[in-house]
């Protein structure tokens, strides 16, 4: 598998060879490792990438998966428009 | 040894390096976990107080360098506060002068040049407009990332999920820190700790004036570049700012008690988005991504309390910034390091900033605290 070719995070555009690459570097959690590529702050909020680069992180490092500060889920469940906000019921 | 690793944390163990000095930094999360990472990323100089503006003159001198040593995205793109009310114009008029007499270009301008700096902004509501072109944004991941990988390769230590748990003392003074990785043996021990310093003084018998304030922030989808400055529409005490990667942070004030609990609230979500929609109509299309709640960690006087402690050497505080500690960090990183390494600050306004003040009732007065 190419690392260079295997995209880990869709809305982002973050390869895999991207996440090896901070792992090397010493990041060795997932909270770091998201401010550093943005992984998991897209429009996604993380449920597609970060189950995979928690697994790519594991293996890596031997840690488990609850080692691993694992991105506390914030609402909203998913993106929302400003106007429904700011709407009377009637618009949008 | 430095207790909390956020950019007050790592701050101070960054400018000890740069004296020589290798320190420990131990964090209980990971770093930036505590207030640095939700924080809303501005920095100015534009304060109401000698002591303010003086540690702020300095970060932001040391925010430029930061940005070339550690490659921290730091840019000078302003602050922009929205008037729209008559006392406010008169009131910021005061505020203006004073900053201007103590170097801070800040200038009242008109509708016409806040539509220069944000073209898109509606402006039927408005009154005037104050702006300050020396004030700017940083990244926060930026200063984190980037000085904590730096320290390490350096032999500094930042020991991330390592929590303190108790301070003890020897006859002269600090022994070191029990830890929930064991006991770590420190002569000199900073607490950068926000709230918590509360916590772990307590059982010395020392009372940190410091109350913890819920704030409110949310983040929206990315846009190209639609305006450069931090905006704060003064009246309803909220502010936005567009993230280097394209992002809009919002925060707006609702009333909140100290100590209360983090909850979201639909009213936050209501009024930020109503301010901001007003002026910005587009930005009802918007998606917003994510919202968040974080602490203020408050003192009485809205400044924060940095320096050694009068009755037990070995020990300085560097928390109760009040909202400001992430700009603040690199001059009160210097601050602390000139303090443990030469004895006295080389910012000589940090001296009134003691915790002693509060005893000697010499409490500094702060008008402008924001969202």
Known sequence: MDSEKVIVCRCEDVLLSDVLRAIERGYRDLESIKRLLRVGMGSCQGRHCLPIIARVLAKTTGLRIDELNYPSSRPPLMPIQLKYFVSDGNEG | ?371
């Not at chain 2, 003392?169 to 700790?193: D, P, Q």
């Not at chain 2, 709640?293 to 003192?299: F, I, K, L």
């Not at chain 2, 400001?324 to 602390?336: D, K, Q, R």
Request: with cysteine.
């Open chain 2, 1 to 371: 040894m430095i207790i909390g690793g956020g950019s007050v944390g790592l701050m101070i163990s960054y400018y000890l390096l740069k004296k020589g000095v290798k320190s420990i930094v131990i964090e209980r999360k990971y770093p930036g976990s505590g207030n640095t990472y939700k924080c809303a990323t501005g920095i100015r100089a534009s304060f109401t107080s000698k002591e303010h503006i003086a540690l702020m003159k300095r970060s932001i001198e040391l925010w430029s360098e930061l940005r070339d040593e550690l490659g921290v995205f730091y840019e000078r793109s302003g602050y922009l506060w929205l008037l729209s009310r008559e006392e406010d114009l008169r009131t910021f008029k005061t505020y203006v002068s004073f900053q201007n007499e103590l170097g801070i270009p800040t200038k009242i301008i008109d509708l016409s040049e806040v539509k220069c700096l944000a073209p898109t902004i509606v402006i039927k509501d408005l009154l005037a407009a104050v702006y300050d072109p020396l004030a700017g944004k940083a990244s926060p991941f930026d200063l984190i990332l980037q000085s904590w990988r730096l320290l390490v390769e350096k032999g500094c230590k930042v020991l991330a999920g390592v929590e303190a748990k108790k301070i003890l003392l020897s006859k002269k003074g600090i022994l070191g820190v029990e830890t929930s990785a064991g006991f770590i043996e420190s002569s000199t021990v900073v607490l950068a700790t926000a709230y918590d310093t509360v916590k772990l003084l307590e059982p010395l018998n020392i009372s940190v004036p410091i109350e913890p304030v819920p704030k409110h922030a949310f983040i929206t989808e990315a846009y190209r570049d639609l305006f450069k400055p931090l905006i704060i529409d003064w009246t309803t005490s909220s502010y936005i700012v567009q993230t280097p990667h394209g992002n809009f942070l919002v925060g707006s004030e609702i009333p909140e008690r100290p100590s209360d609990k983090l909850l979201n609230r639909l009213e936050f979500l209501r009024k930020a988005s109503k301010v901001w929609t007003k002026y910005f109509p587009w930005m009802k299309e918007a998606y917003l991504l994510r919202y968040w709640t974080g602490y203020y960690d408050m003192t009485p006087d809205h400044h924060p309390i940095i320096g050694p402690l009068d009755d037990l050497e070995g020990l300085y505080i560097a928390a109760g910034f009040s909202g400001h500690g992430f700009m603040m960090s690199p001059s009160v990183g210097e601050v602390i390091a000139d303090w443990i390494a030469e004895g006295r600050p080389r910012v000589p306004e940090a001296l009134n900033l003691s915790m002693s003040r509060f005893k000697k009732g010499k409490l500094i007065k702060e008008i402008a605290v924001f969202g």
